[in-house]
């Protein structure tokens, strides 16, 4: 269950006041990550590059413009929680974000843009491991206005992640590739029906 804002839950002797100051641990939302993102490179790798230009319909963004989107966005936006913001809302946001943005791989490089969402993310990572608790707990405003822990902010980046793979994963399939998560899983089930 994630909090929607600084609430305290109980928990084991011995901790701050009795208390837990969030709802979700860092090391279940960095693993986590780290499994969506493989997921998300293995897209990237898996996708003929000569294709990375397909849209589903004329309005919708490119398979490759939705993962270099994964790329920035998650940079942009961990990069700022890391650096102690607590307001992604307001007209500055966008110019704000842009300061964090690393350059990004040039396009119809996937190879490139694989490596830049698998090293950038562990870079990320190791940033936030290094943050104290209490920094993880502080408050922030989203982009939407719900306020929520900076721990959270960093769930809330995961999950925008999520949605856009789920696109490059229907791409995909418009395609005819199955994505990995589901070769994993269909593996998984021929192994249970084997035994």
């Known amino acids: 269950?994630?909090?929607?804002?600084?609430?305290?839950?109980?928990?084991?002797?011995?901790?701050?006041?009795?208390?837990?100051?969030?709802?979700?641990?860092?090391?279940?939302?960095?693993?986590?990550?780290?499994?969506?993102?493989?997921?998300?490179?293995?897209?990237?790798?898996?996708?003929?590059?000569?294709?990375?230009?397909?849209?589903?319909?004329?309005?919708?963004?490119?398979?490759?413009?939705?993962?270099?989107?994964?790329?920035?966005?998650?940079?942009?936006?961990?990069?700022?929680?890391?650096?102690?913001?607590?307001?992604?809302?307001?007209?500055?946001?966008?110019?704000?974000?842009?300061?964090?943005?690393?350059?990004a791989p040039p396009e119809g490089d996937a190879q490139a843009l694989a490596a830049a969402l698998r090293d950038s993310l562990e870079s990320e990572l190791a940033e936030l491991a290094a943050k104290p608790a209490d920094f993880l707990a502080q408050e922030v405003t989203r982009m939407d206005g719900v306020k929520l822990t900076r721990l959270e902010m960093i769930q809330s980046i995961k999950e925008h992640e999520m949605t856009h793979r789920s696109q490059m994963f229907m791409y995909m399939r418009l395609k005819g590739i199955v994505p990995l998560t589901t070769r994993r899983r269909l593996a998984r089930l021929a192994k249970q029906n084997a035994s």
């Open 1 to 103: 269950m994630i909090a929607r804002g600084p609430r305290r839950i109980p928990s084991c002797p011995g901790a701050e006041g009795g208390y837990n100051v969030d709802m979700i641990r860092l090391e279940h939302v960095t693993e986590s990550w780290r499994g969506v993102r493989q997921d998300t490179v293995a897209a990237v790798e898996e996708f003929p590059e000569s294709e990375f230009g397909f849209r589903a319909t004329p309005e919708m963004q490119t398979f490759g413009e939705i993962a270099r989107h994964i790329l920035t966005a998650s940079q942009g936006l961990t990069a700022m929680v890391l650096a102690g913001e607590s307001d992604f809302t307001g007209p500055d946001f966008r110019a704000r974000l842009m300061k964090y943005l690393k350059p």
